[in-house]
């Protein structure tokens, strides 16, 4: 027959181990995580240069930008 003491022992070391699972887990998923995102940053850059264009006034703008369709 075995022990109360021996069943909650080995019912906290159960646990225990499910926690280094769940521990090795999220160390897992955060270093796939910052992978990804390293992956992706340069893309989020991409067309950064260009941005400024958006901020000359109107007469320097091409034609069709800031509704202006005669060009000028």
Known sequence: MVS???LQQAERELKE?????IDNRIDELTAYRANLAKQ????TK??????QLD??????????????????
Do not use: F, H, M, W
Not at 17 to 21: C, F, G, Y
Not at 40 to 43: D, H
Not at 46 to 51: A, E, I, Q, R, T
């Open 46 to 51: 991409v067309g950064k240069d260009l941005d």
């Open 55 to 72: 901020t000359l006034p109107s007469e320097y703008q091409p034609p069709g930008v800031d509704g202006d369709t005669a060009g000028g």
């Open 4 to 6: 109360e003491e021996r």
């Open 40 to 43: 992706i940053a340069p893309a």
């Open 17 to 21: 181990n499910q926690l280094r699972v």
